[in-house]
């Protein structure tokens, strides 16, 4: 197996409220932590000056000294309090490799002394998760109905029992915690009247139901993110149907740049994804390929969507631009498309063919990997975060406290072909 020396990575995070620096900052601690479990050297360099989207450089090196166990411990640690991902919760090696490199300078398996780098491009959409998630709360919660309205409308609640049960009731959650709460609070604004009291005494009454609402179910809501998760389903609608020019014009903007992202010379591209991010990843690619149906043409190309949400916008009836571009991307020769999923994670289409589903049965399939997330932590860990699906869901990304199957820094910045990841008896490390 020929070793990766040079790689260009676009990745699409999910639906946080991080920046591309943040989500920079996110990588370095999860690539300590690789690095401190497999037993290489990592160095992530400072974002470029004035890049867009937000680019870095990374250095994996087999023949320096590994990251500490103590790296590893940090970075789980400061990772597991940031983001709030409200994810709603986003392939393999083409035949052509454009890099130059020779067999002698990348070695082979079993080299003893390798090194890879890898330019990275964190395509955020954090201006969309701040404005989706501006406003008072009261215009929050109406916005957040009016998608579910919308969703259920098109089908898209139906689609969800359909396919993956657990997403189903993932899109109800939120939903149905917040009427519970004005349910609730209407119950006690009209409980003097409904007893036989004098209406006078709901001017008590009604203050102490909004107070209930404002100062008891608003703060408890937070540990579930309830707003985060209606401004996740209106950034669904706006990818499923297309209909806000902003959205638009921003992806238009964004495969610009990606396509700029693409002149740089390397062995592989690796395009990742996860969870929301995968339906804007959907969008720029299809629209590259519809502008130059050949792009990819001579490149290794690796599409890699992690905790995908694709169909959380592609079963809305009105995403036929969405399905069509997903066609697009599984048909095209020089991509590879890899399909990560968990079984553990309630907020993706577990064992759900992405592309079938999406209304092209006859295209080549995404190959899916299945992973456990228990396989790459410490029981310990696994047991304070298997209740928290979202930082299950998170987790695609994280770094790993075991050697295990899949690693996400591996895949973007390791020295093997992200290839190497559909098989799984194929070695993820040189050696």
Same mark, same amino acid.
């Given at each position: ?17 991080l ?19 497999w037993?290489?050297s ?5 974002f ?15 023949g ?10 940090s ?7 940031? #983001? ?13 490799a454009? #890099? ?12 003893p ?5 890898s ?10 998760? *701040? ?12 916005? #957040?109905?009016r998608?579910?309205?919308q ?11 359909r /396919?993956?049960?657990?997403?189903? +009731?993932?899109?109800?959650f ?15 604004a009209v ?9 006078w005494?709901?001017?008590?009454s ?18 579930? /993110?309830?707003? /985060?998760l ?19 014009d ?15 010379? @390397? ?13 804007? @990843? ?6 590259l ?37 997903? #066609? ?14 968990? +079984? ?7 064992k ?26 410490t029981r ?6 298997r ?6 869901? *998170? ?37």
């Amino acid at each position: 197996m020929k070793l990766i020396e040079k790689r260009v990575v676009l990745h699409f995070p999910g639906f946080e409220p991080l920046d591309g620096a943040a989500h920079r900052a996110r990588y370095e601690r999860s690539a300590k932590q690789s690095a401190a479990v497999w037993g290489y050297s990592v160095e992530i360099g400072a974002f470029a000056a004035g890049s867009d989207p937000l680019s870095f450089e990374v250095t994996t090196d087999g023949g320096g000294a590994p990251g500490t166990a103590g790296d590893a411990a940090s970075g789980t640690a400061g990772d597991a309090a940031s #983001g709030t991902a409200g994810d709603a919760a986003s392939g393999t090696a083409g035949n052509a490799a454009s #890099g130059t490199a020779g067999n002698a300078a990348s070695g082979e398996t079993g080299s003893p002394g390798w090194q890879a780098k890898s330019r990275i491009h964190m395509v955020d959409h954090d201006m969309f998760v *701040r404005s989706l998630r501006s406003g008072n709360t009261v215009s929050q919660i109406i916005a #957040g109905f009016r998608s579910c309205a919308q969703i259920m409308l098109e089908g898209g609640m139906r689609g969800y029992f359909r /396919h993956a049960w657990r997403f189903g +009731l993932f899109f109800l959650f939120p939903f149905l915690l917040t009427a519970l709460a004005m349910a609730l609070t209407a119950q006690i604004a009209v409980m003097p009247y409904s007893l036989g009291f004098s209406p006078w005494h709901m001017l008590w009454s009604g203050p102490l139901g909004l107070c209930f609402f404002i100062f008891a179910f608003l703060p408890f809501s937070e540990r579930f /993110h309830t707003l /985060h998760l209606f401004a996740d389903w209106k950034m669904a609608v706006a990818l499923g149907r297309m209909d806000r020019a902003d959205f638009n014009d921003w992806l238009e903007d964004r495969a610009t740049a990606v396509r700029e992202a693409l002149t740089e010379e @390397a062995d592989e591209y690796v395009i990742s994804s996860h969870s929301m991010g995968s339906n804007v @990843a959907a969008h720029v690619i299809g629209i590259l390929l519809e502008r130059e149906p050949e792009i990819f043409k001579g490149k290794r190309v690796v599409f890699a969507t992690l905790g995908s949400a694709i169909l959380q916008c592609a079963l809305l009836s009105s995403a036929r631009m969405l399905r069509a571009r997903v #066609g697009l991307i599984a048909c095209c020769p020089d991509i590879s498309w890899l399909d990560v999923q968990c +079984l553990t994670d309630s907020i993706n289409f577990y064992k759900v063919p992405v592309v079938a589903v999406s209304g092209h049965a006859d295209a080549p399939p995404a190959k899916m990997i299945l992973i456990r997330v228990k396989q790459m932590l410490t029981r310990e860990r696994y047991r304070r975060i298997r209740k928290d699906q979202l930082r299950v869901h *998170r987790q695609y990304v994280l770094g790993p406290d075991l050697q295990a199957p899949f690693d996400f820094t591996l895949m973007t910045s390791g020295p093997t072909p992200a290839s190497v990841f559909a098989d799984s008896d194929a070695k993820r490390m040189p050696g």
